[in-house]
């Protein structure tokens, strides 16, 4: 069958009938929802099978760096492709996965010396909380078996990130499952007073820590002595959970802490790896060094699936044994270090030298600022923050209070649908905007994209009224 000549209808019933999406309300979509079917993509744009044009407002889920249909990045995956497509890790090497690896271990923090790959942003975290497990083992110290993670944390959808993981909605059915994860709240900002405080000229990067946090992780020390394998964070922004921003000074409190304790850090840099937040890595707001740092989306520049959990000299000597000890990393999947991945990811770090895409970066994040900051003032919205070029906007029922729509209403999704006719593309986190584009976007299409969003939100009374009388 020659797939070219489906036709919208086609393909809409048949995605209605045999496709399942992800963290999709099925029954919504089948009887609400208006798919968009992405047919191509060229630089920050997307297409649909109706001509539409869309700005890629989330980075296609908060991966795509240098835009679509990047001629170099192509190139690398055709090049690849000419010599083969695929070949193991295990027992064998390929070129781009050695390649890289050296460039990984160049850029990322000092002392991160070993890349282990995996196939994305889940298995990327797996790795790392599998191997600070048995790191520990390997050291003589089988005891310390708890880890320490965030309220709202989201670390991935395989069992072992959804131990770790702190979203009520997306993890507590699966608790029976999982292995005991000890909860602190997310960094909390000392300045924080209540209404329109966080709504301020700055991003958040003036708050500071509120001293208070930091003891909720001495008592549970305390309370299971020696057990404590590491702590385990979203570094910079906790992402799913709702785009929290922790104020400076979070990461380097939690490095010194780590040490005072012994304990493992463990950055999951899925979300804020490659550029998200103005730094190549999250990491180096604060000049901290984690035990093991994890790395996904941004990696391939949104190309292809790729996951690499980098870790110390420490970690990785644990490991090096003779066969006969048992400390072995006994881990890997069919397409870890995929090639054509690999490829790509290499032309993605060259293309970010070649563009001085972190400069760009810098030069944009205060265009995105003033654009949005008008939003500080409105009388449905809690707060407006923003690092690099990741920015969200809470929206509530009542300012005040602070209280928020019934979930049921999705007002967040029937803003993003309004935003759609204005040509952008975005998916809220319930009723919290996200706005995220590819780290190259044009400051046009920049400012397209924020306006879309004031002007959707100020039209929030219109949405509102629709949700209600269309609650699904
Ligand atoms: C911080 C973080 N870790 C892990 C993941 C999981 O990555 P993946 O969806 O590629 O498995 C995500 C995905 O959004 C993430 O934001």
Not at 85 to 100: D, E, F, K, Y
Not at 190 to 212: M, S
Not at 266 to 272: G, N, P
């Amino acid at each position: 069958m020659d797939h070219k000549n489906l036709t919208d209808e086609q393909l809409i019933d048949w995605d209605r009938r045999f496709v399942w999406h992800p963290f999709t309300p099925m029954k919504s979509w089948m009887e609400k929802t208006d798919p968009v079917i992405i047919v191509r993509g060229q630089d920050e744009f997307l297409f649909d099978s109706r001509g539409r044009r869309y700005i890629d407002g989330v980075s296609s889920l908060w991966c795509n760096v240098h835009g679509h249909g990047i001629k170099k990045l192509d190139d690398a995956v055709r090049t690849q492709l000419n010599a083969v497509a695929h070949s193991t890790l295990l027992g064998l090497c390929n070129v781009p996965s050695i390649v890289l690896a050296k460039r990984l271990v160049d850029i990322a923090p000092p002392g991160l010396t070993r890349v282990f790959y995996s196939d994305d942003g889940s298995t990327a975290v797996e790795v790392a909380c599998k191997m600070a497990f048995q790191y520990w083992r390997n050291a003589g110290q089988p005891e310390r078996t708890r880890f320490i993670a965030f309220h709202d944390a989201y670390h991935g959808d395989t069992l072992g990130a959804v131990s770790l993981g702190g979203i009520p909605t997306f993890h507590q059915v699966y608790q029976p499952l999982c292995f005991p994860v000890d909860r602190v709240d997310s960094p909390r900002i000392a300045d924080f007073a209540g209404l329109n405080a966080a709504v301020q000229e700055t991003p958040p990067a003036q708050k500071t820590l509120d001293p208070a946090w930091l003891p909720q992780m001495e008592s549970l020390l305390a309370a299971y002595p020696g057990q404590y394998v590491g702590i385990v964070v979203e570094p910079v922004i906790q992402g799913a959970g709702g785009m929290v921003m922790h104020p400076p000074g979070t990461l380097k409190r939690l490095r010194e802490f780590a040490d005072a304790h012994d304990l493992l850090l463990i950055c999951d840099e899925v979300l804020t790896g490659f550029g998200r937040t103005g730094r190549m890595f999250a990491c180096e707001h604060e000049n901290i060094t984690p035990d093991l740092m994890c790395l996904s989306k941004g990696l391939t520049a949104g190309y292809m699936p790729l996951g690499a959990t980098l870790a110390t000299d420490r970690i990785f000597a644990s490991f090096y044994a003779d066969p006969k000890l048992g400390k072995t990393f006994y881990h890997g999947h069919t397409f870890t270090g995929h090639p054509l991945a690999c490829a790509v990811a290499i032309a993605s770090l060259d293309l970010f030298a070649e563009n001085r895409l972190l400069e760009h970066v810098a030069t944009l994040a205060p265009v995105l600022w003033e654009q949005l900051k008008v939003l500080g003032d409105h009388r449905q919205v809690v707060d407006v923050r923003q690092t690099g070029l990741v920015a969200a906007i809470d929206i509530v029922r009542d300012r005040r209070t602070r209280e928020r729509f019934p979930p049921h209403w999705r007002v967040g999704g029937a803003l993003c649908a309004a935003m759609r006719r204005r040509g952008v593309l975005l998916r809220p986190l319930a009723d919290t905007l996200v706005l995220m584009p590819p780290l190259a976007i044009g400051v046009e299409s920049l400012v397209h994209l924020a306006r879309a969003v004031v002007e959707s939100v100020q039209l929030v009374e219109e949405v509102i009224r629709h949700c209600e009388e269309n609650i699904i």
